[in-house]
């Protein structure tokens, strides 16, 4: 059967690693908090309850569609169109389209952010590709006026961080619940990998400085993964609860 995603796409490459799904995450987590429709993710409790939690069940829906047959990674689009369609019934309201793309546009964007750090450039082609992979989910989950270029989505996703966030009460209290359920060293962390990873708005918003404390230690990381040996840091940063999901993250 086809693929929903080729073999041979960046995208597997991408979403078949752990380091690089986690960074792509540490981004998200930042405009997860600040994006304006943040009280949606409030409503069912689930989010503020469990982060880490619910960051696994992401991406476990993520690599379901991205590793799965085309029929497979269709109902699993599916699946998350009708849990939402459930909370949007029962709150009596709708989900603004524009907080559905802002989801998808972190995907994309976060996840080209999070393999050039680790990884290397990628090419225009490349970008596209992600780009092309995304905007076929967004089109299952019925979002129209999608960019169907990525100089296209630059130009909207830059507008979207300008329009969409905010940095209010619930973004507040959503970092309470990063450092309450990481701890204050995994928290500190999470904040200096989201200086290296997100925009210049979303650092602005979250009064980041725009120099992270990581940067020399990415090579450091470089070097342990070529010598297979960045299991080791893993299993001293990650929380020992979550070792295991980590580690089925990787797709070999």
């Given at each position: 059967m086809a693929a929903f995603v080729e073999d041979t796409s960046i995208v597997k490459q991408i979403w078949g690693k752990s380091d690089t799904i986690l960074l792509v995450f540490a981004g998200a987590s930042a405009e997860f908090a600040l994006n304006k429709a943040v009280d949606w993710l409030y409503f069912t409790g689930k989010l503020p309850k469990d982060p880490l939690g619910r960051l696994f069940s992401t991406v476990y829906y993520a690599k379901k569609i991205v590793f799965s047959?085309?029929?497979?990674?269709?109902?699993?689009i599916d699946q998350i169109t009708t849990i939402h369609a459930t909370v949007e019934e029962r709150r009596g309201q709708k989900i603004p389209e524009w907080a559905y793309k802002d989801v998808l546009f972190m995907l994309i964007d976060y996840s080209i952010r999070?393999?050039?750090?680790?990884?290397?450039?990628?090419?225009?082609?490349?970008?596209?590709?992600?780009?092309d992979v995304f905007v076929s989910v967004g089109r299952r989950m019925g979002l129209k006026q999608l960019p169907l270029t990525y100089?296209?989505?630059?130009?909207?996703?830059?507008?979207?961080l300008q329009q969409n966030l905010l940095n209010g009460k619930l973004?507040?209290?959503?970092?309470?619940?990063?450092?309450?359920?990481l701890g204050f060293v995994r928290y500190n962390l999470l904040l200096e990998a989201q200086i290296l990873l997100v925009p210049a708005r979303v650092r602005q918003l979250l009064n980041l400085r725009s120099l992270s404390l990581l940067k020399p230690f990415i090579t450091v990381y470089k070097v342990f993964r070529s010598l297979r040996m960045d299991w080791l840091l893993k299993e001293l940063l990650l929380p020992p609860a979550y070792k295991e999901d980590i580690k089925r993250m990787n797709i070999t």
């Open positions: 047959e085309k029929n497979t990674a269709l109902k699993a999070s393999y050039e750090l680790l990884q290397r450039p990628l090419s225009l082609e490349e970008k596209q590709e992600i780009l100089s296209k989505f630059k130009g909207i996703r830059h507008q979207h973004s507040k209290d959503l970092y309470k619940q990063y450092r309450k359920h």
